[in-house]
Structures are given as structure tokens and as C-alpha cells.
């Protein structure tokens, strides 16, 4: 038996044994289900804070094997990937060309972010300037033969002067896209520089907007990812749209009832949780395939509080739990982030989070996990 690990709170034994959930099983059947997966820093790179980040490009390919291997589809150069902070349209683009690569290589499923980080992060903007960087990320990921994720702009949020800006950006880039895209809706509480976006403050007015550009262009949308944190909203979106778009939750507090959902519907996922909790999020919604929604829920359900503490307020310093576990999950060698984002949670926050993934059964080695959380708490001198 593992020895116990002291941690800021006291003793914790950790899990003798980790799930059993070996890849190979399939892909899903009843529910489309996308990680976002994170970038894996390299921590030899000599650079500053204010340099390109620097990315080990095997270890970050290495992982979405990893996912691919247990029936995931990959959403990339996603907010997980730390687009917009610490990732550049630079890092991104090279990203997508490699993903792409990997998953023609071995069969994968993925869809790629786009959108507008090339353009400053501030001052003024146009929505020519807007569209126009839009236009260049998705002529990308429709060159290298991926599903385009339309994500929101942090440049359209600045620009755009009420809903009728959004609407017409919208409907242009719809009108050019050669396959359906993806539609994402990523709150303020990802990203404060989204606050109003789709033109209004407004949630029940912001929604008319967001359905609106749906309902104008329904050929043109394979689906919605709403990252709201909403459950009620996300339900009464995905009840308005029209047929055949598919809801696919970004909500990271709701997803296992979002997922089952109800006798008028439910969500797909592309989700920033499944990357720490992939195999285990495969297994149950492979469950949920043979229509046992219980067993479903009595898998997925225990997660929640996971990903409640990863993303508790700053919400968008989530990224820095996923990593976290990443490395005491073996996926990775070190907890270096690209810019340096490892420092933006507590060590006792971390703590936590290496508390409840272990107490899942998340780690495939206890052992390793056990020996780099003491490893960690040896740096910051608390280590007893």
C-alpha cells in the first residue's frame, strides 16, 4: 500500500488500485464526445514571459493519442490549449497542422478552433479586421481537413457595436465555410473579454442573437458548444434549435445530466474536463450507449466535484488543475506550462485536485502520482 502523502490539509492515503479502463473499446455511439485537450510545455526552452510559447510538440501529440486510443474525438487549439494566453495564433496554427496530421495517421476524430488572435489583443479594431482574421484560421483548418470550431472573439467583442454586428460576421463567415462548423459561445467567466457578447449583457437577448445566426444558416452548423454554466439555458437552447444542429455542452459543473438529458433531447460534449477524466468519460457514455442511463450517472456523477474545484473562480485558470493532473497521471514529465500558468493556482487548490482524482481512481499509476505530489510539496518547502 502506498504510503500516505501529507497534504496541506493532513494525512491522505492514496488509491491502491486505479480503474480499469484499458483503450481499444470503441468510439462512442449514442453521444459525439470531444476533449479539449491541453498543450504540453517544453521546459528546457530558454525564453521569457513575453516570448512565442515553446511547446513539447511529442509529449502534446502523445496525449491525443492517448484520447484517440480510448474513442475521443480531439477538439484543438481550443481554450484547454491556452489560446490567448499563453498559446499565439502562431502556436495554434502549428498545432492544427500537426493534430491534423496525427489524427489522418491514426484515425482520430478532431475539430479545431477558430478564430481571431492573430489581430492585437488591444486597441482598435475593425470588423473588416475581424473578418478577415477569421477568414484566414478557417481557410487553415479547412486545408488541412478539419471541423472548424467558430470561436468567439475577443476582436468582435470590441468591434462590434450591437447584435446586427454580430449577425452580419456571422452570416459571411457562414456563407464561406465549405463544411458545417461549429458554433462556440464562451462565456465571461472563461473570459472576461467576452462580457456581452453576441451584442447584448443580456443573457435571454444574447440568446435570441446566438439563435438567430443559427436559424438563418441551419446548413451551415453541424452544432452549438455553449460555456455558460448554465444548465437551464443550455436546455432551453438546445430546445430551440432547429433540426438536425446538434447542442454539444461545454458546461464543466452540469455535463452528466446535460449528457443523459431528457425525454425532449440531449447534449453532445466537447468538453475541457475530458481531458483529465477521458477514459472514464469514454467508458461511461459508452455505458450510456446500451441505454443504461443510471449506470451512466453513477460513473460520470462522481466527477463532478472534480471539475467544480478545477473550475471554481478565476474559472479560466482551469487549465492550470488539467496539467496538473496530466503530469501526476504519467502523460507528461514535468508541471511547466506555457507561460508559465502553473503558478495561477494554490498549493493547497492543487492539493485538492490530486485528493479527488486519486479518490476516482484517475491516475493509472497511484504509486507515480503519490511520489510527484510529494515531490511538489518538497519544492514548496512543505514536504514532512
Known amino acids: 500500500m502506498t504510503a500516505p502523502v501529507l497534504l496541506p490539509r493532513g494525512p491522505y492515503t492514496p488509491r491502491a488500485t486505479p480503474l480499469d479502463l484499458a483503450p481499444g473499446a470503441g468510439v462512442p455511439s449514442s453521444r459525439t464526445v470531444f476533449s479539449a485537450a491541453h498543450v504540453v510545455a517544453d521546459p528546457y526552452a530558454d525564453i521569457g514571459p513575453d516570448d512565442p510559447a515553446a511547446v513539447d510538440w511529442e509529449a502534446t501529440l502523445a496525449f491525443r493519442r492517448h484520447l484517440w486510443s480510448h474513442g475521443l474525438g480531439v477538439a484543438e487549439a481550443m481554450d484547454t490549449a491556452q489560446r490567448g494566453m ?11 497542422r500537426r493534430s491534423a496530421a496525427e489524427a489522418k495517421a491514426v484515425g482520430g476524430r478532431i475539430a479545431c478552433g477558430v478564430g481571431t488572435d492573430q489581430l492585437p489583443a488591444t486597441g482598435e479594431v475593425t470588423l473588416a479586421d475581424v473578418r478577415a482574421a477569421y477568414e484566414e484560421q478557417l481557410a487553415l483548418a479547412e486545408e488541412y481537413g478539419v471541423q472548424p470550431i467558430l470561436m468567439a472573439s ?30 462556440h459561445w464562451l462565456g465571461p467567466m472563461f473570459d472576461p473579454a467576452l462580457e456581452g457578447y453576441w451584442g ?18 441551419p446548413d451551415k452548423v453541424d452544432g452549438i458548444k455553449i460555456s455558460l454554466l448554465d444548465a437551464a439555458r443550455e436546455i432551453d437552447v438546445r430546445r430551440r434549435l432547429p433540426g438536425g444542429v446538434r447542442c454539444y455542452t461545454g458546461d464543466d459543473f452540469n455535463y452528466p445530466e446535460l449528457i443523459a438529458g431528457d425525454e425532449r433531447g440531449f447534449s453532445h460534449a466537447l468538453l475541457g474536463i475530458f481531458d483529465p477524466l477521458g477514459p472514464l468519460a469514454a467508458h461511461a457514455v459508452r455505458v450510456l450507449d446500451t441505454g443504461d442511463v443510471a449506470g451512466f450517472r453513477a460513473l460520470l456523477d462522481p466527477t463532478v466535484e472534480l471539475s467544480r474545484h478545477l ?6 485558470f482551469y487549465k492550470t488543475g488539467v496539467v496538473f493532473l496530466a503530469w501526476l497521471a504519467g502523460h507528461q514529465g514535468h ?23 486519486d479518490g476516482l481512481g484517475l491516475f493509472p499509476d497511484p504509486e507515480l502520482a503519490a511520489h510527484r505530489m510529494r515531490a511538489l510539496l518538497a519544492v514548496h518547502g512543505g514536504a514532512r
Open 86 to 96: 499563453g498559446l499565439d495564433w502562431a502556436g495554434a496554427a502549428e498545432l492544427i
Open 154 to 183: 475577443r476582436a468582435l467583442a470590441r468591434a462590434a457595436r450591437g447584435p446586427e454586428d454580430y449577425l452580419a460576421t456571422y452570416a459571411h463567415l457562414l456563407r464561406q465555410a465549405s463544411e458545417p462548423v461549429v458554433l
Open 200 to 217: 447584448s449583457t443580456d443573457l435571454d437577448e444574447a440568446t435570441d442573437t446566438f439563435l438567430k445566426v443559427i436559424a438563418e444558416h
Open 311 to 316: 473550475f471554481q473562480r478565476p474559472t479560466r
Open 335 to 357: 508541471f511547466t506550462m506555457v507561460g508559465g500558468l502553473q503558478s495561477a493556482r494554490s498549493l493547497p487548490h492543487l492539493a485538492t485536485a490530486y485528493e479527488l482524482a
